[in-house]
């Protein structure tokens, strides 16, 4: 498994930007799709976006247009850069992990970083 860390998560006010990262521990992090999720307070942990080794995205209906997923395979590190930030987007965001599987399923990835606040204001 692969070790994950998230790091970026703040309060901005509507229209805001922020921009998350995860550090990936071990040596195999180019085999890995790597996706982000939420989850706001009393919901369900919620696809976010997910990125495969070479590069194709996917995203939530929710965020396409003012979400980016991006990856730096040297760095063993994944990005979601967000923009146009909206008060419905305030959740905890989480980086994962899984080898090959790139859907909306949390329950099927395999390796989770600890969370990151994201908070947005009206």
């Known amino acids: 498994q692969v070790q994950l860390v998230e790091s970026g998560g703040g309060s901005v006010q509507a229209g805001g930007s922020l921009r998350l990262s995860c550090a990936a521990s071990?040596?195999?992090?180019?085999?890995?799709?790597m996706a982000w999720f939420r989850q706001a307070p009393g919901k369900e942990r919620e696809f976010v976006a997910a990125?495969?080794?070479?590069?194709?995205?996917d995203y939530a209906d929710s965020v396409k247009g003012r979400f980016t997923i991006s990856r730096d395979n040297a760095k063993n590190t994944v990005y979601l850069q967000m923009n146009s930030l909206k008060p419905e987007d305030t959740a905890v965001y989480y980086c994962?992990?899984?080898?090959?599987?790139?859907?909306?399923?949390?329950?099927?990835?395999?390796?989770w970083g600890q969370g990151t606040q994201v908070t947005v204001s009206s």
């Open positions: 994962t992990a899984s080898l090959g599987y790139r859907g909306t399923d949390y329950r099927k990835y395999n390796s």
């Open positions: 071990g040596r195999t992090f180019s085999h890995y799709v």
């Open positions: 990125i495969t080794f070479n590069g194709y995205t």
